[in-house]
T-cell receptor, first 111, second 113 residues
């Protein structure tokens, strides 16, 4: 079973920041938080991941709370092409630990 | 450009037939994975392989088989034993590093007719 909880859907106006929350209250100290997104009928795309510190790349920012029980993915200026299902995934540090996908958040960006 | 290629994009199969889905990567990744996705659902892991000539069952391996004879290739066979094979199949690969993401192919949509 997925170790994360996400809202099933969210809306965001084009040009505004999209803040996608994720709860992972049972995360252990050495588990990473990964974010992927899946545009309709395509393979998932890696966005960002983090362990403890906040992270930023050219696509998004990841804010992880100090207790690590939740995180927020931020798309700073959402575009229509950001409409997708966003998956928050917790992955362990052992090589046998695999990505386990939940049902994600369907983000709809509107004009 | 490096990437992961799945073929065909669409596949139709008659009931009772085996069918093989292709997955090839030129990223020099050690690990490869097969996932299945049903409408409105997340991805479920079928099989994975961390090294050539070795593979492990995932959560829903029944009715599927794989091989890993080359680092670049990880074909998936959907056998007639798979009761509900109609789905979207995704292949992925990764380096053997825990701080690295997976790269996914564009998927194969299998329909049983």
């Amino acid at each position: 079973d997925a170790k994360t909880t996400q809202p099933p859907s969210m809306d965001c106006a084009e040009g505004r920041a999209a803040n996608l929350p994720c709860n992972h209250s049972t995360i252990s100290g050495n588990e990473y938080v990964y974010w992927y997104r899946q545009i309709h009928s395509q393979g998932p795309q890696y966005i960002i991941h983090g362990l403890k510190n906040n992270e930023t790349n050219e696509m998004a920012s990841l804010i992880i709370t100090e207790d690590r029980k939740s995180s927020t993915l931020i798309l700073p200026h959402a575009t229509l092409r950001d409409t997708a299902v966003y998956y928050c995934i917790v992955r362990g540090v052992y090589n046998t630990d695999k990505l386990i996908f939940g049902t994600g958040t369907r983000l709809q960006v509107f004009p | 450009d490096g990437g992961i290629t799945q073929s065909p994009k669409y596949l139709f199969r008659k009931e009772g037939q085996n069918v093989t889905l292709s997955c090839e990567q030129n990223l020099n990744h050690d690990a490869m994975y097969w996932y299945r996705q049903d409408p409105g659902q997340g991805l479920r892991l079928i099989y994975y392989s961390q090294i050539v000539n070795d593979f492990q069952k995932g959560d829903i391996a029944e009715g599927y088989s794989v091989s890993r004879e080359k680092k670049e290739s990880f074909p998936l066979t959907v056998t007639s034993a798979q009761k509900n094979p109609t789905a979207f199949y995704l292949c992925a690969s990764s380096v053997d590093r825990l701080d690295y993401g997976y790269t996914f192919g564009s998927g194969t949509r299998l329909t049983v007719v």
